[in-house]
């Protein structure tokens, strides 16, 4: 099977996801700058509002042009089924699927074999057991992006506290060793790599939390409130402040503002070109 490669699918610096169930959320991410819209049916929906997402969504599937995904409900859940003989209806609809809570490659393939070939995968880590399994997951030739579940990882790790407005330096340092297994697994193998959403919505957590997802390499961030888009974006734009200028380099070491560079300083500035 031939992989998906990376330069054939488009990067996305911010993702919006927003409820299937809510026309009116819907209609206004639609309306939004962001680069790719996620149109949610699973944790964000009620499940006696899934019947109702399925049909939001199947009537802005096939009438709007915006780059979409749709999140399905996890493997393990009595919906998922539903969504996967609701989807394969809609199959030429939608960029992409993405897979949540996926915790070994076994279980990802189990969730494949329920779509089309052609379909591409978005797949969620969200499990102490997916970061373990993370390189293998990755691997597989028909994901062509990881994402990163915060909230439902803390869970799976056991971290008592739900308020992120009470998490120490002890948890952000641990979200921070997650991301970066899931970065260094995804580029690994050539697939894009997002961040996780930010649910405290005032400014400062997004440009720290942004900021660091960018700096460790992630490609982009899934974001859950319209607010969110400009301020990420410009986060991921924006020039890294006093960095070293290299672009009159063409090889082997030079001393540039008192630090020796080489070549492999070219390929990180390259990084900022994407």
Same mark, same amino acid.
């Given at each position: 099977m031939t992989p998906i490669k990376i330069a054939n699918s488009?990067?996305?610096?911010?993702?919006?996801?927003?409820?299937?169930?809510?026309?009116?959320?819907?209609?206004?991410?639609?309306?939004?700058?962001?680069?790719?819209?996620?149109?949610?049916?699973?944790?964000?929906?009620?499940?006696?509002?899934?019947?109702? +997402?399925?049909?939001?969504?199947?009537?802005?599937?096939?009438?709007?042009?915006?780059?979409? +995904?749709?999140?399905?409900?996890?493997?393990?859940?009595?919906?998922?089924?539903?969504?996967?003989?609701?989807?394969?209806?809609?199959?030429?609809?939608?960029?992409?699927?993405?897979?949540?809570?996926?915790?070994?490659?076994?279980?990802?393939?189990?969730?494949?074999?329920?779509?089309?070939?052609?379909?591409?995968?978005e797949v969620q880590i969200e499990t102490s057991l997916g970061l373990v399994n993370v390189a293998e997951i990755a691997s597989h030739p028909r994901?062509? +992006?990881l994402s990163f579940g915060p909230l439902d990882f803390l869970a799976s790790v056991g971290v008592p506290i739900v308020s992120s407005n009470l998490w120490g330096d002890e948890i952000h340092q641990l979200l921070r060793h997650a991301l970066m297994q899931i970065i260094i697994a995804g580029h690994a193998h050539h697939k894009y790599v997002y961040d996780g959403p930010t649910v405290i919505l005032e400014d400062q957590s997004l440009i720290s939390s942004t900021t660091t997802a960018r700096n460790l390499g992630a490609d982009g961030k899934w974001l859950i409130h319209p607010d969110q888009i400009e301020l990420?974006?410009?986060?991921?734009?924006?020039?890294?402040?006093?960095?070293?200028?290299?672009?009159?380099?063409?090889?082997?070491?030079?001393?540039?503002?008192?630090?020796?560079?080489?070549?492999?300083?070219?390929?990180?500035?390259?990084?900022?070109?994407?």
């Open positions: 488009p990067r996305y610096k911010t993702k919006l996801c927003v409820p299937g169930s809510s026309q009116k959320m819907i209609a206004k991410a639609l309306s939004l700058s962001a680069d790719q819209i996620i149109l949610d049916l699973e944790d964000s929906v009620l499940d006696a509002d899934k019947s109702v +997402a399925r049909e939001n969504i199947e009537a802005i599937a096939t009438s709007n042009g915006k780059p979409k +995904a749709i999140r399905i409900n996890s493997l393990h859940t009595s919906h998922f089924k539903h969504d996967a003989a609701f989807l394969n209806e809609l199959a030429d609809c939608y960029e992409q699927l993405v897979l949540p809570k996926i915790d070994t490659r076994e279980m990802l393939e189990e969730c494949i074999r329920e779509f089309p070939q052609m379909t591409a995968f994901v062509n +992006a990420c974006t410009a986060i991921f734009n924006e020039e890294i402040g006093q960095d070293l200028d290299v672009s009159g380099m063409h090889g082997g070491s030079e001393r540039i503002s008192g630090q020796m560079v080489d070549i492999a300083s070219l390929r990180i500035a390259k990084n900022r070109e994407n």
